[in-house]
């Protein structure tokens, strides 16, 4: 299916544009019949790689309607079409059942028939690797390949292959074999560039972007993620996009780049708009939490936890609901607030016990110990204790298992027992000293403290500033000033040096000169105000347009935007730069100004004004620019150029929006109208959508 692009071809280089086209396809006179089920085809192939499903399935039901069995080979086509839907959403029951009720059909190309009895298997093999049955899954892709090999390879068997090497690649690596996952993920590449199959060559990049992640390898894995995002960007991908930033930004994370990570879960964010992802936008939102948490900022946190809970709950998704209550429990814990913290992490691990989640459950073990332990219930934590270590073993792997060790000398701490805690830590900071994080800075602070209550305090001192040395430099402002608190209240001649040895600490940090960001951006337009001022005063001109400007100010600020510059009969706001980025923000504001103006041009008639908007999201940089005399802060990037060229095309009381802000808000739009913009020099054409329009207001006679 998403060897529907064509990088040659203007309009098919995009998702968006190739819909389009396929659209126009189908409604144009004069062409076969053969032909229109074709387009009907491929324009069910654009929605799915879209994650349109309704659409797509509106699609391939109007061409079972419209030719009624007339092309079996096509509506058996669009019946496998059906179950890669099913692949897609993940629907581990439907799917395979689906499949199993398709007829092989007795066609006279047995070329053909061989090729869907690839394509057979490969879905098949694919549903077995998502549930865990690899060996099974393996063997499905072996005879697959063999039915590949019929006779001499065409492109649409080079297309299937490419697949097959990609499912292979991540069934090995569910597995564990890495040197096979890249191995086949290689063998991916080749196809696809031989081919020009995009789509799949930004598969195997994210592939190995992933494993490249999971055996540490971060550089690597950037290189891998950024080549997919790169190429999902270029073809309009949503899901690929959002499955990619959402990889990226675990890898940046993981580096301590927090501001890097934030702006790839907040492209992750708007991809997830349309509420066609509820479980990835339900992620996205914990994992903002995390980086808000990490920089100490707990009230801001907790929004996007909760938000990430009520999303995974009207998503009926149990894991990611585990997930949420655990994250809120762990938040609200920090806030003080235990007796939530205590409900939502009973919840939490009774789900993980339910769905035998062993990795959760001990995670959320591990927040009902410290909850209890902060409240002084010394007999609850133990026994939170002891089911942690049970757990761990049964799990096996040495991180759990340090971590359970960890925990056993902080409560031997707090029952009272200072030497046996001090042991304890001891051991278990030498198991976490070889992969320094954020338990190792931890465990270092609670051997301090256990040094503190046996009375060893010079012991407590230099463990204290080891902690606050880790906090530093794994970038932990949370923890680090946790530790400086604490040293303050050991020794305040320790705690001076240790908090002007390094220029004061790591927070607060100054915004850097320069930074990339992820926001959306509204530009509006103020017409006519040039002919208005021909026939009357400068002073009435002027005035005119400074009310018109104030309370389009106004409307920036209360929906928490910045205005960022006025050029002539334009304004420039930014949505994203002191919070996370949400385009439905920019659209409200929008909404507000064609509001405000309406009021204004009917309080005054005599002025024929006319206003446009247009709103571009995407990455931009923002800094200090212009000459050393002349310096001033800015945005410049993608998304602003792009809203100049959106604003040229929109008519008066019209509010445009491009393809990617539209994802994020569309489900808030009634009755969007999509409009093709003409490709410029060394442009690609784009598709914008009018998501809202008004009639110019009646003039009084």
Not at 158 to 164: N, Q
Not at 389 to 403: D, H, M, S, V
Not at 426 to 442: A, C, D, I, N, R
Not at 556 to 564: D, N, P, Q, R, T
Request: aromatic content about 6%; charged content about 25%.
């Amino acid at each position: 299916m998403g060897h529907v692009l064509d990088q040659e071809d203007p309009e098919k280089r995009s998702l968006e544009t190739a819909q389009r086209w396929f659209e126009k396809k189908v409604g144009q006179p004069g062409g076969s019949d053969r032909d229109v089920a074709l387009a009907l085809i491929w324009l069910a192939a654009c929605r799915v790689q879209l994650y349109n499903m309704k659409g797509a399935s509106h699609t391939l039901g109007h061409l079972r309607a419209r030719f009624r069995g007339r092309f079996p080979d096509l509506e058996h086509v669009a019946s496998f079409m059906e179950v890669r839907m099913q692949a897609e959403l993940r629907d581990l029951r439907g799917g395979p059942n689906m499949l199993d009720r398709i007829p092989k059909l007795n066609l006279p190309d047995q070329r053909l028939v061989h090729r869907l009895e690839a394509v057979r298997l490969l879905l098949r093999g694919d549903f077995l690797c998502l549930m865990g049955q690899i060996k099974v899954a393996h063997d499905l892709y072996l005879k697959s390949f063999e039915a590949l090999r019929a006779g001499p390879a065409q492109t649409e068997d080079l297309v299937i292959t490419a697949e097959l090497y990609n499912s292979q690649g991540m069934a090995f690596f569910r597995e564990g074999k890495g040197e096979e996952a890249l191995k086949a993920y290689g063998n991916a590449e080749t196809v696809c560039k031989h081919i020009g199959f995009k789509l799949a060559e930004a598969r195997c990049y994210r592939g190995r972007g992933e494993l490249h992640m999971h055996k540490k390898q971060l550089q690597e894995s950037t290189q891998e993620l950024r080549q997919a995002l790169e190429i999902y960007q270029q073809c309009g991908a949503p899901h690929g996009i959002l499955s990619t930033g959402l990889l990226l930004g675990q890898v940046h994370y993981r580096l301590t780049d927090y501001r890097q990570a934030l702006l790839y879960y907040e492209e992750a964010k708007v991809q997830c708009g349309t509420g066609s992802f509820g479980r990835e936008e339900s992620e996205v939102c914990a994992r903002i939490g995390e980086i808000l948490l990490a920089e100490g900022q707990y009230e801001k946190a907790a929004e996007f936890f909760e938000q990430g809970l009520q999303l995974a709950t009207n998503n009926q998704d149990p894991r990611g609901r585990a997930y949420g209550l655990m994250h809120v429990g762990r938040i609200q814990r920090l806030l003080g607030n235990y007796m939530r913290s205590e409900a939502c992490l009973e919840d939490a691990g009774q789900l993980f016990h339910n769905a035998n989640d062993k990795v959760g459950l001990c995670q959320t073990l591990l927040q009902q110990v410290q909850c209890f332990i902060e409240q002084g219930k010394t007999t609850q934590s133990r026994s939170c204790l002891e089911q942690l270590k049970e757990t761990a073993q049964r799990l096996g792997r040495p991180f759990e298992i340090g971590l359970a060790e960890m925990f056993e000398g902080v409560v031997l701490r707090h029952e009272g027992q200072a030497d046996a805690a001090r042991r304890q830590l001891e051991k278990s900071l030498v198991m976490l000293g070889q992969e320094p994080g954020f338990y190792t800075v931890w465990c270092t602070m609670e051997l301090a403290q256990a040094f503190e209550d046996a009375g060893n305090r010079s012991s407590a001192v230099n463990r204290f500033k080891e902690a606050i040395q880790f906090g530093r430099q794994l970038r932990l402002p949370d923890l680090e000033k946790r530790a400086l608190d604490m040293l303050a209240r050991v020794d305040r001649s320790e705690w001076a040096k240790a908090l002007h040895g390094a220029g004061g600490g790591s927070a607060p940090v100054k915004r850097r000169n320069a930074g990339r960001v992820f926001l959306s951006v509204l530009m509006v337009e103020l017409r006519n105000l040039t002919q208005f001022g021909s026939s009357h005063e400068p002073d009435e001109t002027a005035a005119l347009a400074n009310r018109f400007f104030e309370a389009m100010a106004t409307a920036i600020v209360e929906h928490k935007g910045i205005l960022s510059k006025v050029m002539g009969e334009r304004m420039l706001a930014v949505f994203g730069l002191d919070s996370p980025c949400d385009p439905s923000q920019a659209l409200a504001c929008a909404n507000d100004c064609l509001n405000e103006f309406t009021k204004l041009t009917r309080e005054d008639p005599s002025a024929e004004l006319g206003v446009g908007m247009a709103i571009a999201s995407g990455e931009a940089l923002e800094g200090m620019l212009g000459p050393r005399d002349r310096l001033e802060y800015t945005v410049v990037g993608r998304p602003v150029s792009l809203v100049q060229r959106l604003i040229g095309q929109t008519d008066n009381f019209e509010i445009l929006v491009c393809s990617d802000t539209f994802r994020a808000i569309g489900h808030q739009v009634s009755h969007p109208v999509a409009r093709d913009l003409a490709a410029r020099a060394n442009e690609q054409k784009l598709v914008a959508y009018q998501v809202a329009s008004a009639r110019p207001p009646a003039r009084k006679s």
